[in-house]
């Protein structure tokens, strides 16, 4: 159980074009879901708290117009890249907290998504 | 605020040896604590967690994870190291529905 699917797995996009990532709990609901961003050989960045039907809350240093997340339903939060740069390149890596149960406590990790702009 | 440091960024280990992935983490306040492992190119799983009680965790794979709270550590070992466990070991602390990393340690078991 406490299974998080990202989609896509990996993408290959062009300059100032906008590219959506998707988070699914698949097997338990989420009130909360987490979008990270991992540089190689570094930790996770958290990058904004995504709450199901509310805005989300951005770290510090993250722009909200151009990672704009959607937290639709208690299963699927999107995050956007707008206007993608060859700096925005990286592995972003969502999770999702279950919103019952004995496993409130902790974040369960998608697979991540490897994103390349050319 | 929270903190987690994990001092040791590689360790080199052969196989079928003993390993012990160090983390120490700072904090005002009583916090749960996370092992997570990392292979190339995936997310993150759960290895163990300490929420409360005893304070020997052991989780998936063999590892296990003490809690010493005066020492504020949460030191990941294995008795016996595979091949397979090479990857990357995230701890993490989580208060107020927050995660805060570590850096990592890039674990390398050598045949």
């Known amino acids: 159980g406490a299974v998080v699917s990202q989609h896509p797995s990996w993408v290959i996009c062009k300059s100032g074009t906008s590219v959506k990532i998707e988070c699914r709990s698949l097997?338990?609901?989420?009130?909360?879901m987490f979008w990270y961003r991992q540089f190689p050989k570094q930790s996770l960045m958290l990058m904004a708290t995504s709450n199901e039907g509310s805005k989300a809350t951005y770290e510090q240093g993250v722009e909200k117009d151009k990672f704009l997340i959607n937290h639709a339903s208690l299963t699927l939060s999107t995050l956007t890249v707008t206007s993608a740069h060859p700096e925005d390149s990286s592995f972003y890596i969502c999770?999702?907290?279950?919103?019952?149960?004995?496993?409130?406590?902790?974040?369960?990790f998608g697979p991540g998504t490897r994103l390349t702009v050319l | 605020a929270q903190s987690v440091t994990q001092l040791d960024s590689q360790v080199p280990v052969f196989e079928e040896a003993p390993v012990e992935l160090r983390c120490n983490y700072s904090?005002?306040?009583?916090?749960?604590l996370f092992w997570y492992v990392q292979y190339p190119n995936q997310g993150l799983q759960l290895l163990l967690k300490y929420l409360s009680g005893s304070t020997l965790v052991k989780g998936i794979n063999g590892f296990e994870a003490e809690f010493n709270k005066s020492q504020t550590s949460f030191h990941l070992r294995k008795p016996s190291v595979h091949i397979s466990d090479t990857a990357e070991y995230f701890c993490a602390v989580s208060w107020s529905n927050q995660f805060y990393f570590g850096t990592g340690t890039s674990l390398t078991v050598i045949p």
């Open positions: 999770s999702a907290r279950p919103s019952s149960g004995s496993r409130t406590d902790t974040q369960y």
């Open positions: 904090s005002s306040v009583s916090v749960y």
């Open positions: 097997d338990f609901q989420a009130t909360t």
